[in-house]
């Protein structure tokens, strides 16, 4: 596909008044499971990139998403698997939250993929049989059994995971 044809990030993600402040709850737990973590990459981070204010010091932040919100911030979009490359080779952790449900991309092939690229991947979903709601900004709805599916499928070994409330869950895989 030419570069002029590629398919364009949503709109909506690229707008800083679409990030909402109680999701740094669920960033505030994620920070919980880093353990010794040295670099951490923030896989759509967003306007806010609230993890960066959360991390430990000494700890290097490696934002990524469809807009470059900083300098610093690497472009990527998974639904057409341009992935931040630089700062996965230089992660330890990879954080997905806020991010799976709102991807038209199979999550299996996510997962596959990252898994080619880093060691563990923290992230967060609302299983459908969980959450009892979509919003209209969701573009999927997996079971529990299709999450886990995903994650066996791509070899990952899932450590239990945290309920967050309202039927979301957060995941971390080695």
Not at 2 to 20: F, M, T, V
Not at 37 to 64: F, I, M, S
Not at 96 to 104: D, F, I, Q
Request: include cysteine.
């Amino acid at each position: 596909m030419s570069a002029d044809r590629a398919p364009q990030p949503d709109k909506h993600w690229l707008d800083p008044a679409n990030y909402k402040e109680h999701w740094a709850s669920r960033a505030e737990i994620a920070m919980t499971l880093l353990g010794s973590a040295n670099a951490v990459c923030d896989l759509g981070c967003g306007a806010p990139q609230t993890v960066r204010r959360l991390l430990k010091p000494g700890v290097t932040y490696l934002p990524a998403d469809l807009k470059a919100w900083t300098p610093d911030t690497e472009i990527c979009n998974l639904d057409i698997a341009q992935y931040p490359d630089r700062a996965l080779a230089a992660c330890d952790v990879c954080l997905l939250l806020g991010v799976l449900e709102r991807l038209t991309v199979n999550a299996g092939e996510v997962f596959r993929s990252l898994r080619t690229r880093i060691p563990r991947l923290i992230f967060s979903y609302h299983p459908v049989d969980e959450s009892g709601k979509r919003y209209l900004d969701w573009k999927n709805a997996y079971s529990n059994a299709e999450i886990d599916r995903f994650i066996a499928g791509a070899n990952w070994v899932a450590r239990p995971r945290i309920l967050l409330g309202g039927g979301q869950f957060l995941y971390d895989l080695r």
